[in-house]
């Protein structure tokens, strides 16, 4: 029988074969750690590079091949790896000292002789729902996310911790979902019904919170840290900015479910949307967060061109967590992103409206009345649609007409002492000299029958990669004709029609007053400007015009906007100036008037916004060489880096609206993974992926792929994008119900909680220290919407430089509203945010990384808000005796009943607190009106302060 099974074994149980080499799994971990530092998109030493199958399969400088498919001994990789000689060996010795390990070595070969097959790395695949895992447990998975947290558990020899107790659950769920802590009423009736029920209690639970209006309020935290949401512009004096009705929306489109696709195309082209809802252009303002630097003598063009590219960087780190800001210098060091994807993809950012302008043009009106803002916004957008239809009604027929004389001076002349200007043969007027921000040029010649004057404003290069120099815009331009015994004859001018209309300014306005023609804040290229004449007249004999071009712009302050080189050209053609005399060109002009009086009467405030500009000032975006902004090098169009999937258009130019589809759409491997993650992340404490900014090849793998990848097709696929079923999904899962407590063995294997091993745990956010602690001390304001508020904090806290904004304490609801109305300043946050690790919101933070200082424990036993909250809490422990207010303080926060221990050590605490306080009258009457009551405002707040408050 022994024979028998001997015999019979090797064909029954045959050795399992070596599984094939994987290359994201085993060989590109081993590159990149090795070799992508100097061989990889940017440092390409040898001229050799990993990131690229058919570089790594080329030739080096050596002109040997790289790496040979099915030919170890023949690939230059594996010669140098076991290389003897100092000088050839990789890695090199000075910087690797230890070299390769004898099995990653065995790894590279075996891959080579395999075939070197490539893959691209897991992020940039698209999600596959992995197959339903084999287990043991079968019967301790409530749902799908369950079977694979379980499998990846028992690969790992871990069982699940039990299921937590309803009280522990219940302030989790609470705490996680509205960012505040249940009350003790909300306990009791979920407490009977667990009781009755507990699976019914605990989705009607769950519905209840996810229908809150509270829920909205405890996500826009989350998604403004994204938007690096804050009340102010940022940079030296950081001054206020009304933008606040961006965060509003935010709150508002959470609470009603947006899917987040829709989310995404409000907030990133909201402005490009054919029928806007009302709020749409309030969304678009997402990328109107950016900072502004309002000191004086900065460039406007340097600041415009930061912000555009924070927007990128943005954009990719909220909805794709990788790191493409990378490729604005150089293409990326570890990820196939080729240096052009970067500008390519600038050119959907970089032909918006604003630019660094302290008056943060343009603006759109949030009104006061939310019934308005449809109407608001309609009108505003006609606004836009009648200016740009009034000038192109003309423009074609200002194209058509002929006749031109190129205007020859007998005189140029500059009104600065410093300034000159002449005119060179050719035609075209050259200003030289320092010409300060009032400089008025004026021109003679002699003088013809007008019709019409030309201007072309024209850059300094005649090469297009260098026209980006200092504004030019002329404020007025006035002719007079000076006949010849002196007299002088003003020529009216009726109109002035543009090539395009883009700026701060309006064109008419060079003849009518307080306007401008030009290029604002930067000369991108040339401006052609036909100055209608009233009435066409000839001139007498013997008489000149004297043209007058004024300045009167300036770029952040200091930087005036003169011209330095333009032609001037007159036609008796009468063509212009019939249409634009004409009654019906009236009716229009007086329409036009009256459709902005009627957008000024609904009351609101402005605040900055994304506006597109139109076609015809659509910028020229350029390739910065090593990414510098003044070495400009060819031309791109908008273009979806083709790694990610990139969108294609039939016809025409990709816009912003098609780049916002594609970031949710199924080409894109990204963005769904990405919020999956974020939204687990937010309840477990830490993401699958940890380095929730960074899915690319220098981010940490996922702890389990197959649970994100499922997670990420049920958000995207089986929800719809719709957060508030998919967070439903996660807190009623196995997985959340966990007890935290774990045993040795789970926090030896997993110490992070990344494999879900046991319930999360995790200390409340910033805003949910001040939360919680606003709701137990019965003062919590739930008003909802409306401008920033001011907390007290402590004194001297905000002094800004160049700047007389002060702290002016919030009184009344106002003074116990949400953290999430706190006024938020870049350079001086709120202190106690700050202390708990929330960001100054200069950037988009897809992470906060929780730290434990003493400062912590300083802020919640100190600021000034803690104490005025611990003492309204004090007085809401109420009992007959000191024992029994503890025990209702504690059941406050924690909705358990304290044990005898900790009720013995509070009332130590009081006692002697009790003592200390008959003994410094003066420091009791700061807390309570008696030393008992200063030493249970004392208790309560050591109770706020405490670790079981402190966590959810």
């Not at 015994?485 to 008419?508: N, S, T, Y």
């Not at 029994?884 to 002697?912: F, N, S, W």
Request: net charge negative; hydrophobic share 35%; with cysteine.
């Amino acid at each position: 029988m022994r024979l028998h099974l001997l015999v019979l074994a090797p064909l029954t149980l045959p050795l399992a074969a070596e599984e094939p080499v994987d290359f994201n799994r085993d060989v590109r971990p081993i590159l990149t750690k090795n070799c992508t530092t100097c061989h990889g998109g940017v440092k390409q030493a040898g001229e050799t590079s990993f990131i690229y199958r058919e570089e790594a399969l080329g030739k080096g400088e050596s002109g040997k091949t790289i790496v040979v498919p099915g030919d170890p001994a023949a690939s230059e990789l594996m010669r140098r790896i076991k290389s003897s000689d100092p000088d050839e060996k990789m890695p090199p010795p000075e910087e690797h000292p230890n070299g390769l390990e004898p099995a990653q070595i065995d790894t590279l070969e075996r891959w080579i002789k395999e075939g070197a097959k490539w893959g691209e790395h897991w992020s940039f695949q698209k999600p596959v729902e992995p197959p339903a895992p084999v287990l043991k447990n079968a019967e301790w998975p409530q749902i799908g996310l369950d079977r694979h947290v379980l499998a990846k558990l028992e690969a790992e020899d871990l069982s699940p911790m039990p299921e937590a107790p309803p009280a522990e659950w219940f302030r989790r769920v609470t705490l996680d979902l509205t960012g505040l802590p249940p009350t003790l009423e909300e306990w009791e009736a979920f407490r009977q019904a667990v009781a009755a029920n507990p699976k019914p209690a605990m989705v009607a639970a769950v519905d209840r919170l996810l229908a809150s209006p509270q829920f909205g309020e405890r996500w826009a935290a989350m998604w403004l840290d994204l938007a690096r949401y804050s009340d102010t512009t940022g940079f030296e004096k950081d001054p206020h900015r009304d933008i606040w009705p961006f965060r509003d929306w935010v709150i508002r489109a959470l609470n009603a479910d947006m899917p987040f696709d829709e989310f995404t195309r409000k907030q990133l082209a909201g402005d490009l949307l054919e029928k806007p809802e009302p709020g749409d252009l309030i969304a678009a303002a997402f990328h109107r967060n950016t900072q502004n630097n309002t000191e004086g003598g900065t460039d406007d063009e340097e600041y415009r061109v930061a912000a555009v590219m924070d927007r990128v960087n943005t954009t990719w780190t909220a909805w794709n967590a990788t790191t493409f800001g990378c490729t604005q210098c150089h293409s990326h060091p570890y990820d196939p992103f080729p240096h052009d994807d970067y500008y390519k993809f600038m050119a959907f950012f970089d032909n918006s409206e604003d630019s660094d302008l302290n008056n943060e043009f343009p603006k759109t009106k949030a009104t006061n009345n939310p019934d308005q803002q449809a109407e608001s916004q309609r009108v505003e957008k006609e606004i836009q649609h009648d200016r740009d239809v009034l000038n192109q009604a003309v423009l074609s027929l200002a194209k058509e007409i002929s006749g031109w004389q190129t205007v020859k001076s007998d005189s140029a002349v500059a009104s600065a002492a410093t300034g000159k200007l002449e005119q060179q043969a050719d035609g075209v007027f050259l200003a030289s000299g320092t010409n300060p921000t009032a400089t008025v040029f004026t021109v003679t010649t002699p003088a013809s029958k007008l019709g019409v004057l030309r201007l072309d404003i024209l850059p300094m290069s005649d090469d297009p990669a260098k026209w980006s120099e200092h504004g030019a815009v002329v404020t007025k331009l006035e002719i007079d004709r000076i006949l010849a015994d002196g007299a002088r004859q003003p020529v009216k001018l009726k109109e002035v029609v543009c090539d395009f209309i883009a700026g701060p300014f309006d064109q008419h306005g060079v003849v009518q007053g307080g306007g401008g023609f030009g290029d604002y804040p930067v000369l991108r290229g040339p401006r052609t400007g036909w100055f209608v004449a009233e009435k066409v007249e000839d001139s007498p004999p013997g008489s000149r015009f004297e043209i007058r071009l004024k300045h009167g712009v300036t770029c952040n302050e200091t930087q005036g906007c003169v011209m330095r080189k333009f032609r001037l050209a007159v036609s008796p053609d009468d063509r212009l100036t019939q249409y634009v005399m004409s009654p019906e060109r009236a009716a229009a002009w007086i329409a036009h008037g009256q459709l902005k009086q009627a957008y000024g009467a609904i009351p609101g405030i402005m605040m900055p916004v994304m506006q597109e500009r139109l076609p015809d000032a659509t910028r020229d975006t350029r390739v910065f060489l090593r990414g510098n902004r003044m070495t400009k090098d060819k031309s791109v169009q908008p273009a979806i880096p083709g790694l990610t999937g990139g969108a294609k258009k039939k016809n025409g130019r990709l816009t912003r609206l098609d780049m916002a589809k594609w970031l949710t759409g199924p080409e894109n491997p990204l963005a769904a993974r990405v919020m999956a993650n974020r939204l687990w992340a937010e309840l477990f404490g830490i993401g699958i992926v940890e380095t929730q900014e960074d899915f690319g090849s220098s981010g940490l793998p996922p702890a389990n792929q197959p649970l994100l990848d499922h997670l990420a097709l049920r958000l995207r696929d089986h929800h719809q994008w719709h957060l508030k079923p998919f967070l439903r999904e996660l807190v009623l899962s196995a997985s959340y119900r966990q007890s935290s407590k774990a045993t040795p063995k789970v926090l030896e294997h997993d110490p992070k909680n990344q494999l879900a091993s046991r319930g999360p745990r995790q200390r409340l956010t910033a805003e949910m220290v001040r939360d919680q602690a606003l709701l137990v001390s019965g003062l919590l304001s739930r008003k909802q919407f409306g401008k920033p508020v001011y907390p007290p904090q402590p004194e001297g806290v905000w002094k800004s430089v160049y700047s007389g904004a002060k702290w002016d304490t919030s009184q009344g609801e106002d003074r116990y509203r949400r953290a999430l109305y706190t006024y938020s300043k870049r350079t001086s946050g709120y202190p106690a945010f700050l202390t708990f690790d929330a960001p100054t919101r200069d950037a988009c933070s897809a992470r906060r990384i929780s730290t434990n200082t003493p400062l912590q424990a300083l802020v919640t036993l100190n600021d000034p808000a803690h104490i005025e909250l611990a003492q309204a809490f004090a007085k809401r422990m109420e009992g007959a005796s000191v024992e029994e207010r503890l025990a209702r303080g504690y059941k406050m926060l924690t909705l358990q009943d304290a044990p005898q221990p900790v009720i013995a050590t509070l009332a130590k605490l009081h006692a002697d607190a009790k003592g200390d306080y008959e003994k410094a009258p003066a420091e009791s009457a700061k807390l309570g009106a008696t030393p008992e009551e200063a030493a249970m405002v004392l208790v309560a707040n050591t109770l706020l302060n405490s670790d079981l408050a402190l966590t959810r």
